[in-house]
């Protein structure tokens, strides 16, 4: 089975009669922040960032960390190679900020590894618009299309919705051996003692009296945490800053072109692209679309 690209990443290819090309020119504008939506809308909108309340650990001074410094930190940790066995390949190597969060390359699957030379098994997914899919289900229901169907499995992160808090899925490349590889968490809580920013770490998260570094489960939990923060930041993560999010808030003008490409996306009887690629009306408060359903369809291809 094959995960309708999520994020944006369609449009080159979907919005070809002339509403691609500027659909994707970036317009900087203000964020504008929508209602929380639940469940299946999420794949039309945002989530509010994840809660540390209840969840872990209280922090420095019995405190919760804020989230702009757990964040923040996050990223220190997702540029780190030092985290790695080769001490050459961070998060970034492979989700590149310059391409979406995703392969800096042409290569359909990326090398890691001890020595950097060993093939892993997965093309390497973009990362951007990805910060906000609902749980993993074998039976969604679509609410989207108004009679509440059994559309089959959606939801979740990877390419086949196996886990779904990117905390989770931030340990992965860490223990892969053909990634990261470290052999074990001990292996990369020794790398994260050494980071540069471990004094920040140990600071930030450590309860009074105490040192995280020294608890190697809430190191780990603490680690890919702030991973899973940094995956939340607007400005990296889901700007929502293309002519159409713009164009969503009144705030730009399609052209002819744009607006046929538009119709031709969401009419049922020519295009319908947007049957699997969610779009929104004009709106001021309403969520970004993210042009994906999250749903897993079997297109088949050989």
């Known amino acids: 089975m094959l995960l309708k690209l999520p994020p944006r990443l369609l449009c080159p290819t979907v919005f070809a009669l002339g509403f691609v090309l500027t659909c994707l020119l970036t317009v900087r504008t203000a964020h504008a922040q929508g209602p929380s939506f639940d469940g299946v809308l999420l794949a039309c909108g945002e989530e509010a960032p994840p809660t540390l309340s209840g969840r872990y650990s209280t922090g420095a001074n019995g405190d919760m960390p804020p989230a702009d410094k757990l964040s923040e930190l996050g990223r220190k940790i997702f540029f780190d190679p030092g985290l790695s066995a080769s001490g050459k390949q961070a998060c970034a190597s492979c989700h590149s900020p310059s391409h979406a969060?995703?392969?800096?390359?042409?290569?359909?699957?990326?090398?890691?590894?001890?020595?950097?030379?060993?093939?892993?098994?997965?093309?390497?997914?973009?990362?951007?618009?990805?910060?906000?899919?609902?749980?993993?289900?074998?039976?969604?229901i679509d609410l989207l299309d108004g009679?509440?169907?059994?559309?089959?499995?959606?939801?979740?992160?990877?390419?086949d919705g196996r886990v779904n808090p990117a905390r989770e899925q931030a340990l992965m490349p860490l223990l892969d051996p053909k990634e990261m590889a470290n052999k074990d968490l001990s292996e990369v809580v020794a790398r994260l003692r050494k980071a540069p920013?471990?004094?920040?770490?140990?600071?930030?998260?450590?309860?009074?009296?105490?040192?995280?570094?020294?608890?190697?489960?809430?190191?780990?939990?603490?680690?890919?945490?702030?991973?899973?923060?940094?995956?939340?930041?607007?400005?990296d993560f889901h700007p929502f800053t293309s002519k159409y999010d713009a164009y969503l808030r009144g705030r730009v003008q399609l052209s002819e072109s744009e607006k046929r490409g538009v119709r031709l996306f969401t009419n049922k009887d020519k295009g319908n692209c947007a049957s699997c690629h969610p779009v929104a009306d004009i709106s001021p408060t309403m969520p970004f679309p993210r042009f994906t359903d999250f749903e897993y369809t079997a297109l088949g291809v050989p």
């Open 101 to 140: 969060y995703g392969p800096a390359n042409a290569l359909s699957v990326q090398k890691g590894g001890p020595t950097l030379k060993d093939t892993g098994f997965r093309n390497t997914p973009a990362l951007r618009y990805l910060h906000a899919p609902f749980a993993f289900t074998e039976h969604h």
């Open 147 to 159: 009679n509440g169907q059994d559309t089959g499995p959606a939801g979740g992160r990877t390419w």
């Open 197 to 235: 920013y471990a004094k920040e770490f140990d600071a930030l998260l450590s309860a009074p009296g105490t040192h995280i570094l020294d608890d190697e489960d809430g190191a780990i939990s603490w680690l890919t945490s702030a991973i899973e923060f940094f995956e939340q930041s607007v400005e």
